[in-house]
């Protein structure tokens, strides 16, 4: 679907418009004229309501907008559903690109596999000074310095404006024509896997943005039998749903082929309902596994829900969406309740040490227990599951930009308290992901913005947005999202990474992605021979890690308190290799308080200091 262009042959269009009578392209530049599309002959999904014609002449960088003529008479222009690029926004015309190169078989990158990927969540436009790919770039040293293996870009699908995190894209084909079009993002793509760093997407096919969603007037992508809460629902599983699918398919399929990405993150596919015997998520899954294979490389496939469910982690023989792994809510929420005392919301469910110590052991901490939050139970088992599938996090774009005023983390909690979140997530045998600037305790908030060119659709955001926080007292207080000054602050503070503790913090992430290499006993991404015991008494979470043979062991202490705190060694010798406090992390410690490489025998008294987390190698049980 979409324009294709083929050297020596010119473009072929084609678009499916099952409420048109007729379909024209109409050229818009640089030569104008107008081209009638012919219906395809045929029955079925496969050629019913579709139109294509291959034009010569219309190479790449041409202008061009389908014409449909309905039964009544009526005309309208609309830019292709399928769309590669949008290079003047969401209501302008699209535009032919040449497909890269790169992309196709026979490069030099052969992708990264599941169990070594380290995700970092960034946003385009606040992730560098530019606000583009190419900015993006520009940082990309960095994060392989800090021991990052993967970058999970937010959504450029083309939104309307230049600010929005990008959930309201409405052509999941173009890429975001602020940040650089698709060659930025060609050129972030490859210039990520030349450092060796897989790129990871994020993709929104639960829904359409509200401004300059056209796919409606060509055929019925969309159905009123549900609703999400952003409004109406993809028809993934009524009438004339399969080419709707087809074009989701595609567009999942194009990131992998044609720019070269190496997963895909589905946003809220809890939001998707579909009733049909091979739900589209399977569909899709299939696909770009495929296509993975067909390029020689792994292709990756995380599913964004809030429900502890298996049904995407599955594979299709056994009745799932064949996901390659799955976030976990219940880690960040167990986490930051613990760490802020926070219990209003969701968080009403957590702040028990207990709950964070089921997600080491079991990925998630409701495993059909019953919710306060949800006043239901909630969950199933997620027995013979890896931890690597489970993705897990201390913050993350959707915990920070939806607190009224986008505080991360270290808006809320001291150093201590952000150097243990870091010791909790990272030395977990979950698949950890960071959020851009958590690896120096960035300060500056995340806050919810957009740039629409709609004043009602504005106001209603406004307003929207006001009334979610109004039972908290904070009606008048939140950020405008349609303001400039909303999106500046969100952008990071790099100067402020330079700062003695900031960079200590930075140091400490370093170290422990090291040794998460490094040490056998931390790189498993399982489960199996892992202990975690939980004193809720004293606040002390205590992690013993490995394959219960010969080999070497990891054993953690984490002290979720503010006081100091005894606990005891397993049984072994040990020696002590990180000390959250430690002076050289800008802890409170002396140095020699807190000596590594100390060694220590089995029942072995260990002091932990308020808010902190010790590390111990050695062979224990």
């Not at 490069?107 to 436009?125: F, K, Q, T």
């Not at 298996?310 to 930051?336: C, T, V």
């Not at 950890?432 to 120096?440: Q, S, T």
């Not at 349609?482 to 503070?493: I, K, M, P």
């Amino acid at each position: 679907m979409g324009a294709l262009w083929a050297p020596g042959e010119g473009t072929r269009f084609r678009v499916w418009a099952p409420r048109a009578a007729r379909v024209e392209v109409r050229l818009v530049a640089p030569e104008a004229r107008v081209v009638e599309l012919a219906a395809e002959e045929g029955e079925g999904p496969e050629r019913e309501g579709y139109f294509s014609r291959t034009v010569a002449g219309a190479g790449p960088g041409t202008l061009y907008l389908y014409r449909l003529h309905r039964a009544d008479g009526e005309v309208v222009e609309r830019p292709d559903p399928a769309s590669r690029f949008q290079p003047r926004g969401v209501h302008g015309p699209s535009a032919v690109v040449a497909r890269p190169e790169a992309a196709r078989p026979g490069g030099g990158w052969r992708g990264r596999a599941l169990d070594e990927l380290v995700l970092y969540e960034l946003h385009v436009g606040t992730f560098s000074e530019a606000g583009t790919f190419d900015g993006a770039i520009g940082h990309l040293d960095d994060l392989v310095d800090l021991g990052v293996t993967a970058v999970e870009v937010m959504p450029v699908a083309q939104f309307p404006g230049s600010r929005n995190w990008g959930y309201d894209g409405v052509l999941p084909f173009a890429v975001q024509d602020g940040y650089g079009g698709p060659e930025g993002l060609g050129r972030l793509v490859d210039a990520a896997h030349a450092r060796g760093l897989a790129v990871v997407l994020d993709v929104v096919y639960n829904h359409l943005g509200p401004e300059g969603n056209v796919l409606g007037d060509f055929g019925p992508y969309f159905t009123d039998r549900y609703r999400t809460p952003w409004g109406d629902a993809i028809n993934y599983d009524g009438g004339d749903s399969e080419p709707v699918r087809r074009l989701f398919v595609e567009s999942a399929v194009r990131w992998v082929r044609e720019l070269g990405v190496d997963g895909l993150r589905c946003d809220a596919v809890h939001a998707i309902v579909d009733e049909s015997e091979r739900p589209f998520l399977a569909e899709l899954a299939a696909a770009v596994h495929a296509e993975g294979e067909a390029l020689g490389r792994p292709v990756h496939l995380f599913a964004e829900s809030a429900d502890n469910t298996l049904r995407f982690l599955r594979p299709p023989e056994e009745g799932g969406a064949g996901f390659d792994a799955q976030w976990s809510d219940d880690f960040h929420h167990s986490l930051h309740a613990l760490l802020t005392g926070e219990r209003d919301g969701y968080y009403r469910d957590f702040g028990r040490l207990e709950q964070l110590a089921r997600c080491y052991r079991d990925g998630w901490a409701y495993s059909g227990d019953w919710s306060p939050y949800r006043r239901r139970r909630h969950g199933v088992p997620a027995r013979g599951i890896a931890a690597g599938r489970f993705v897990v996090c201390a913050q993350n774009h959707d915990q920070t930009g939806n607190r009224a005023h986008g505080d991360r983390l270290a808006a809320l909690v001291d150093l201590e308290r952000l150097k243990l979140a870091a010791g909790a997530l990272l030395l977990s045998p979950g698949l950890p992901l960071l959020f851009m600037g958590e690896e120096w305790g960035e300060e500056r908030p995340f806050l919810y913005f957009v740039s629409h060119g709609d004043a009602e659709l504005v106001e209603a955001v406004r307003r929207g947005r006001a009334e979610e926080f109004a039972a908290f007292g904070q009606r008048d207080d939140v950020p405008d999202p349609q303001a400039e000054e909303t999106f500046a602050r969100s952008r990071l503070d790099r100067a402020a990474a330079a700062r003695p503790e900031k960079a200590a913090l930075r140091r400490l992430y370093r170290e422990l992605l090291r040794l998460r290499r490094e040490v056998p006993a931390l790189a498993r991404r399982t489960s199996e021979g892992l202990v975690a015991e939980a004193d809720e008494e004293t606040g002390v979470l205590r992690v013993s890690r490995g394959d219960g043979g010969a080999a070497e062991r990891a054993f953690v202490a984490l002290n979720f308190s503010g006081e100091r705190r005894t606990t005891k060694l397993s049984a072994g010798r040990w020696r002590r290799r990180l000390d959250s406090a430690a002076a050289r992390w800008a802890g409170p410690r002396a140095e020699e308080e807190a000596a590594e490489d100390a060694t220590s025998d089995e029942g072995a008294a260990v002091e932990l200091a308020p808010w902190s987390f010790q590390l111990f190698l050695g062979q224990g049980r």
